[in-house]
């Protein structure tokens, strides 16, 4: 082919390439941008909290909780849950689409051969002969490839990746998630094992107070309404006692969902000991480095990193595609001529493509990835908000809940106090049945409010560790910082 000819055809090539303003994104843009952690300000909030470098939580937090029964469900949950398998499942299935996006880059080479054996009927018969049978054997090789002029198969192939990732991020924020469930589940079930003893002591009590109460009515102390009124009383202790046992149940049933297995699985849980609170410190990088601790967070930046991505190949669908298609084999109705070279055949095609008219759709789909990544960014935003609340909130009733249990501690001993006096002084014939009633609530009632503060101080610790990551070490998030300035610009 002459000089002249190949310059005719890409002289044809610009000329299609200049025509690509035809379909024009001028004037889409995103507005979205993404919130820097120092910006939000926690200085006043967290002031007076300890600081340390050591505060963030390990990998295995649960353990600090000190007891290891714990430890082993929390392995057995994160092993068997379906929760686990789900959030697996879907970073395999993320993986899958970036391996296909990925595929879509390369060129596809592909081979057939065929052999097929026919009879042609009298009229379909050139010769006229009947009878004509015919043997066609054909061998070909096709080779297709899509020249990435502009970068879009690339950038497709980035935000998939950028998806994967964040998929897979996702199944260690899922990890954090069940674990801190179990603990706070197991938690619960321990809170309900000592309402149950509350419960009964509170029964043991009103009996103690019924018997007390027939030998007074039958030395004439006390009157059958103020017996009476004692007989209800040990009746709704027995009640609340029944309560308290169906409360067990019900935390070990949920305690088993969480496992992923039956509802017998809870009956094999042993009493929970009685739990650690962490101590209440904060790590001395906060909240610059929650960035890298927080799963939730780096899913969300990568996700504003595909959401770019998908914008810059968006963009690229305005501009002309360049395919190249070829194929080479040979057909032939002998055997012996199958190769010879009245058999081959090859073909090069060349394909451009421009988009000159469409309705609008290029521009609706870009539009809908500029929505795409403003919603990435708001979500991101408001993970990152979230984040910093959850610590500073968490902290802040921590603090609070210490002053409060060692304040009710002081009134419930001061109820028990007052219930063994007025109880002895019942006994003697001496105090009467409305004391005795009334402070004997005022005990039960000192007895379960520390009981709920120590169970509440329990899992606010757990959720603190939750909140500061959970002892998850991200990669670097510079990958995910806010969309490059020409995938949010204005054209």
């Not at 042609?120 to 009878?131: F, Y």
């Not at 991101?380 to 002053?403: C, E, F, M, P, W």
């Amino acid at each position: 082919m002459s000089s002249k000819s190949w310059r005719n055809r890409f002289s044809l090539v610009f000329l299609a390439m200049s025509m690509a303003g035809c379909a024009s994104y001028h004037g889409l843009h995103t507005d979205g941008a993404a919130l820097e952690a120092k910006s939000l300000a926690a200085g006043e909030s967290l002031s007076g909290v300890k600081l340390s470098p050591a505060a963030w939580p390990k990998a295995d937090w649960w353990t600090s909780l000190g007891d290891p029964q714990l430890n082993g469900l929390i392995q057995e949950a994160l092993r068997d849950s379906p929760d686990m398998q789900i959030a697996a499942a879907r970073s395999h299935q993320a993986t899958a689409a970036a391996y296909a996006a990925d595929a879509e880059r390369m060129p596809t080479l592909d081979a057939q051969g065929s052999v097929s054996r026919s009879r042609l009927a009298r009229d379909q018969d050139p010769l006229g002969q009947g009878d004509a049978y015919a043997t066609v054997r054909t061998l070909d090789v096709a080779f297709n490839y899509n020249f990435d002029l502009w970068g879009g198969q690339r950038a497709n192939w980035e935000a998939a990746l950028g998806q994967a990732r964040a998929a897979e991020i996702d199944r260690q924020a899922a990890a954090l998630t069940l674990a801190a469930d179990v603990a706070r589940a197991y938690s619960n079930l321990g809170q309900a094992h000592i309402e149950l003893d509350l419960a009964k002591d509170d029964l043991k009590r009103t009996h103690q107070m019924l018997d007390l109460g027939q030998r007074r009515l039958k030395a004439g102390i006390d009157s059958d309404y103020q017996y009476q009124q004692t007989e209800s009383l040990a009746d709704s202790s027995e009640e609340q006692a029944i309560n308290a046992e169906k409360q067990v149940n019900s935390a070990k049933i949920a305690l088993a969902v969480l496992l992923g297995k039956g509802p017998d699985r809870g009956q094999e849980i042993a009493r929970p000991n009685v739990l650690q609170p962490s101590a209440v410190a904060l790590p001395s990088s906060l909240p610059a480095e929650l960035l890298g601790r927080r799963p939730d967070l780096i899913a969300a930046r990568w996700r504003v990193e595909a959401a770019s991505k998908d914008i810059v190949a968006s963009k690229t669908r305005f501009y002309p595609n360049l395919n190249l298609s070829a194929s080479a084999g040979a057909e032939s109705l002998l055997g012996d001529a199958m190769f010879g070279s009245a058999s081959r055949f090859f073909s090069v095609a060349p394909t451009i493509s421009l988009p000159i008219f469409d309705g609008g759709r290029l521009r609706a789909n870009l539009d809908a990835r500029d929505a795409d990544y403003d919603l990435a960014v708001a979500q991101y935003n408001k993970s990152l908000v979230k984040a910093l609340g959850d610590v500073a909130d968490t902290v802040d009733q921590l603090h609070a809940i210490g002053r409060q249990i060692v304040a009710k501690k002081r009134a419930a001993d001061v109820a028990q106090q007052s219930y063994d006096t007025v109880a002895q002084r019942f006994g003697s014939g001496i105090g009467n049945y409305v004391d005795v009633l009334t402070v004997e609530q005022q005990l039960l009632q000192a007895q379960r409010q520390v009981a709920s503060l120590n169970a509440e101080q329990i899992d606010l610790s757990i959720q603190l560790m939750q909140a500061l990551g959970g002892g998850y070490q991200g990669e670097s998030v510079a990958l995910a910082a806010p969309a490059p300035a020409h995938a949010t610009q204005t054209e």
